[in-house]
């Protein structure tokens, strides 16, 4: 004959087994919810940096330009020096000597000339760039704001039902002989001490076990630990995985799980 205050008690941390689960994958949630967000904005930030490095390179080539735009001016101001000197020059030798220095200035600003062309091609392609940027991080940001906006609400949401589940909890433990609440709950600390967040959720301090085959480990039974296990008179371990067993009543009337 089964002992049912046992049985009961399996049951009903069976079931405590199954709400402290679904409270774990609510915590694992709450802890995700920030990193998500967080890496949407890293997202913008990334824009961000790449949109200062190509500004950085925008001032550089305008200064370039600026800077071979007042060599032309100085040429034009020594270009009429030499011009004034070549009025009032008196002999032939200073006056090609005059007009060789002015022949090399028409040939710097020449290359002047080609360099600032080049310098405003790269100008040009630099402002499209940063324009298309711009649209670019335009779209993240929104893209963001949205996605943030649904995971904090999806935060608040995770919030209400973990305290929810944190007041049945504590409801529905003084149901559970202290004995095995204690055990049960020794169990969980080492397990979630040494194990992964993912396996967590997962930890079993009970395993139910249909079918002669222990729910955890998916060993079968020994038929000597299922005949001691189904009288309920003292708890009953998996001898693989050392779980608690919860097994189905022999007696096909009785509620399971
Ligand atoms: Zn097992």
């Not at 049951?11 to 920030?34: C, F, M």
């Not at 200035?105 to 711009?134: C, F, H, N, W, Y």
């Not at 209400?160 to 909890?169: A, F």
Request: glycine share 2%; with cysteine.
């Amino acid at each position: 004959m089964a002992n049912e205050p046992l049985q009961q008690q399996l049951a009903l941390l069976y079931q405590l087994q199954t709400r402290d689960q679904e409270l774990l994958s609510v915590q694992q949630k709450l802890q995700d919810i920030p990193r998500q967000i967080e890496q949407l904005e890293a997202e913008v930030q990334r824009y961000e940096k790449e949109i200062a490095a190509k500004s950085a390179e925008l001032a550089e080539t305008e200064k370039e330009q600026r800077s071979k735009n007042a060599e032309l001016e100085m040429n034009t101001v020594q270009r009429e020096k030499y011009k004034d000197e070549q009025r009032t020059v008196t002999s032939n030798e200073a006056y090609t000597a005059l007009e060789r220095q002015i022949e090399f200035l028409d040939q710097q600003d020449e290359e002047a000339e080609d360099v600032i062309l080049t310098l405003m091609e790269e100008s040009d392609r630099l402002k499209e760039e940063l324009a298309g940027l711009e649209v670019e991080i335009n779209k993240e940001k929104e893209k963001t704001a949205a996605e943030t906006e649904q995971l904090q609400q999806e935060l608040r949401t995770l919030e209400v039902e973990k305290d929810e589940k944190l007041k049945q909890r504590k409801a529905f433990l003084p149901e559970i002989d202290k004995g095995l609440r204690d055990e049960y709950h020794r169990w969980m600390k080492a397990r979630l001490a040494i194990q992964s967040r993912t396996a967590r959720a997962k930890a079993g301090f009970i395993a139910l076990a249909e079918d002669g085959t222990c729910g955890s480990c998916r060993i079968a039974i020994q038929p000597q630990t299922l005949k001691e296990a189904q009288k309920f008179l003292k708890p009953v371990y998996c001898s693989s995985c050392k779980r608690l067993l919860y097994v189905e009543p022999a007696a096909s009337d009785v509620a399971f799980p």
